[in-house]
């Protein structure tokens, strides 16, 4: 067991080997297809799922190069920020977040109180510093960073998403040989480091299908850069509803419907989306007949509580957990 918030030195040295779960639901009887869930979402509470994957090896090289702090950078509810934050702690760095949205710095215990996500980082001994949305767009520029060490001093940089070639050897790490049965591998995806780790380790006769959580084109460009092969991935960019952040009532509807039929909880950012896009896909029989499809639950589940805030502000039903 994981002791939350005190330093656990042997946490990323855990090898979790995360566990498959079975769907059943009537129209996957009806086409014939098989569906599991590999459950990352339980790795751990805050570092979930993927965060956990693509933190491991960084963390490890921060070590290596005997820093004290990692700096990263993320917007107000990202599961990435919480994820370092809680992994930093729990192997002893200090960390640093910048986060989008300076208004957001204007009164800390107020941002705090309504936002839980930054909340448990800061919980967790993160420091924060907000900027502008035009300031956070110069995060990966050389006088940004040094700007930021200036400010901070020397610290190990993680970048947005935490998504690195670092990342992607973590990611390698997601699939196992209990799972060369499948035909397909599905994934969420933000940044793509993910993805790439699936497509690097993937058998040969695999299948990646990729279901961005926002919009836009260079994704495919960004996952290229990431990976040595082109040829057994693909994106489905039509779940997005409406880009990174938007979902409506018909996206929360589904997550409570697929929790009450199977018990597994999704979060309405990343894997809500992918889920209803593999259900919509199997209705439309775009899955060869007899397929068995493995969905990486990629967690995020500590968002869930931001959005059910924001469903609440507006009287709208609330996603159950
Ligand atoms: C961060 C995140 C992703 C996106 O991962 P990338 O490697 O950036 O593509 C997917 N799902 C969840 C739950 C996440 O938190």
């Not at 090289?61 to 005997?66: I, T």
């Not at 930021?148 to 998504?163: H, M």
């Not at 035909?183 to 299908?209: F, N, P, R, W």
């Amino acid at each position: 067991m994981v002791v939350l918030n005190s330093i656990d030195n042997s946490f990323f040295s855990k090898d979790f080997v995360s566990q498959n779960q079975e769907v059943f639901l009537s129209v996957l009887k009806e086409k014939n297809i098989e569906l599991y869930i590999k459950r990352e979402d339980e790795i751990h509470p805050f570092v979930s799922g993927n965060k956990f994957r693509k933190l491991k090896y960084n963390i490890e090289e921060a070590k290596n190069q005997q820093k004290d702090t990692l700096l990263t950078f993320g917007g107000a509810f990202s599961n990435h920020i919480v994820a370092t934050a809680v992994a930093g702690k729990l192997s002893a760095f200090k960390t640093i977040g910048v986060i989008r949205g300076d208004e957001l710095g204007v009164d800390l215990n107020k941002t705090l109180s309504k936002n839980t996500t930054l909340k448990e980082a800061y919980k967790s001994g993160m420091q924060f510093k907000f900027v502008s949305r035009s300031d956070y767009r110069n995060k990966s520029e050389k006088n940004f960073i040094e700007e930021l060490r200036k400010e901070f001093g020397d610290f190990y940089l993680v970048p947005e998403g935490g998504t690195n070639e670092l990342a992607v050897k973590g990611c390698k790490e997601i699939l196992t040989n209990k799972d060369e049965k499948f035909d397909y591998i599905c994934s969420a995806i933000g940044t793509g480091g993910t993805i790439a780790g699936l497509i690097e380790s993937a058998k040969d006769y695999q299948k990646i299908i990729g279901f961005p959580a926002l919009k836009g084109d260079f994704l495919q460009d960004d996952i290229q850069q990431l990976v040595n092969r082109n040829d057994n991935w693909s994106l489905e960019s039509d779940y997005h509803f409406g880009g990174y952040g938007k979902y409506n009532t018909e996206l929360i509807r589904f997550i409570n419907e697929f929790k009450t039929a199977t018990s597994i909880p999704l979060d309405p950012i990343y894997t809500g989306k992918m889920l209803f896009g593999i259900i919509e896909k199997i209705k439309k029989n775009e899955f060869q007949k007899n397929s068995k499809i493995l969905a990486i639950h990629t967690g995020g589940l500590q968002g869930i509580a931001g959005v059910n805030q924001r469903l609440k502000n507006k009287n709208q039903e609330l996603i159950n957990i």
